[in-house]
Each structure stands twice: as structure tokens, then as C-alpha cells.
Nanobody
Framework: QVQLVESGGGLVQTGGSLRLSCAAS????????MAWFRQAPGREREFVAG????????FYADSVKGRFTISRDDVKNTVYLQMNSLKAEDTAVYYC???????????????????WGQGTQVTVSS
């Protein structure tokens, strides 16, 4: 079992940067593939970025490719999302998610992740 706590959200101007963190409890963090999803008001939760258990594979939604970077630190049991060149359409609640997996295959559907954080609000003002 793993519990996830996100932090780092806030208000930023268009073109600015934020780094989100997701701290995980549990001793088997390194066996989990991790991902970030987001949900804007009135919209479904969508995949943003994912990283495999080994850190060897990453995958991004087209809308954030080249602007966002996902990484993990298994010593700190933390996954990060570095967000650069932020746009108004990036405004959403961002959720960290985990799935027990020791393959390099990335998953992008919400139902494929068993563990979720409470979310952190990111607001990009134009």
C-alpha cells in the first residue's frame, strides 16, 4: 500500500514555472510506476505525464510535451513534475497516481492506477 501527498501548486503567470512534488509513504515505492493527471473544472481527469518504476521510461501528453518533465527520486520516495512555459489551459487540479508495476509499459487511463493523492491546485493567470 502507498499513500501519496502532493505539494507545490499555486498561482503563476503565463510563461512561468512550477514544480510539483508527490511524496509517497511505504517501503516499496521503487516498485511503482508513477503518473501525474489533471482535472480542470467541468472536464474529465486526464493523463499528463508518467514514469516507469525504474525511471527508464517516461511518457507525456501531447499538450505538455517539451514543457513538462517528470522525474523520480527513490531515495526520497518522491516524484516530481517540473512545469515550464505554463499556459492558461494548464490550470487544473493536479493529481499524483501510482500503480504497482515493474514493467516499462506506460499506462494513461485513470482506472489503471490504484493509488491517488488529494490533488494540488495550479492556476495560470493570463
Amino acid at each position: 500500500q502507498v499513500q501519496l501527498v502532493e505539494s507545490g501548486g499555486g498561482l503563476v503567470q503565463t510563461g512561468g514555472s512550477l514544480r510539483l512534488s508527490c511524496a509517497a509513504s511505504g517501503r516499496t515505492f521503487s516498485s511503482y510506476a508513477m503518473a501525474w493527471f489533471r482535472q480542470a473544472p467541468g472536464r474529465e481527469r486526464e493523463f499528463v505525464a508518467g514514469i516507469s518504476w525504474s525511471g527508464g521510461s517516461t511518457f507525456y501528453a501531447d499538450s505538455v510535451k517539451g514543457r513538462f518533465t517528470i522525474s523520480r527520486d527513490d531515495v526520497k520516495n518522491t516524484v516530481y513534475l517540473q512545469m515550464n512555459s505554463l499556459k492558461a489551459e494548464d490550470t487544473a487540479v493536479y493529481y499524483c497516481a501510482a500503480r504497482l508495476s515493474t514493467t516499462e509499459t506506460m499506462r494513461v487511463m485513470t482506472w489503471q492506477y490504484a493509488h491517488w493523492g488529494q490533488g494540488t491546485q495550479v492556476t495560470v493567470s493570463s
